[in-house]
């Protein structure tokens, strides 16, 4: 809103040209129905993130969300570097409450890729988040709803150095 009181008065050429980008705009819109929707408790010791996978191979889903709570016992986060294009990892070698993580099932190179990130809690309440690269479960509880529609496929980006959603 500050942007709106600095530009007040100013003639309309000089208004449009702020930098930052309002509005809706997208790189990309995808249209789908929600389809099946699935709860699953994962078993102790699985890593969370291997486990969708495997779930989504065996019940052929290739586009879902998802979110899951519970607790890991461990995990590995990712921090995503954007002047590097390179993913930093941080380690998390004690147990944690899962307090929140969400994620998507889309196609990488013909297979379904889970992409999740999540927040944990320590025993004092303090979190540590980011992408999820490893999370070895003590519980976990998902809440997966399945997307019928077009083929989502992740394809490279220049931009970011990611691999990211193109509609095949
Ligand atoms: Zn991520």
Redesign the pocket.
């Known amino acids: 809103m500050a942007g709106k009181v600095l530009h007040r008065g100013l003639p309309a050429t000089e208004r449009n040209q702020e930098t930052m980008k309002v509005g809706f705009e997208s790189a990309g819109l995808f249209e789908y129905d929600t389809s099946e929707e699935l709860l699953v408790r994962l078993g102790h010791d699985a890593d969370l993130v291997q486990s969708i996978a495997e779930l989504a191979r065996s019940k052929g889903i290739v586009a879902a969300s998802f979110t899951a709570i519970g607790a890991l016992k461990c995990a590995k986060l990712?921090y995503?570097d954007q002047r590097n294009h390179e993913y930093r990892e941080l380690k998390v070698d004690s147990p944690h409450e899962m307090a929140s993580c969400v994620g998507n099932i889309s196609l990488k190179d013909g297979k379904p890729f889970v992409?999740?990130?999540a927040v944990l809690g320590d025993e004092a309440g303090n979190t540590k988040a980011?992408?999820?690269l490893e999370g070895i479960v003590f519980a976990a509880e998902v809440h997966l709803r399945q997307l019928k529609g077009p083929r989502l496929e992740r394809k490279y980006d220049e931009v970011t150095g990611?691999s990211l959603w193109e509609v095949e």
């Open positions: 990712g995503y992409h999740v990130h980011g992408h999820l990611l």
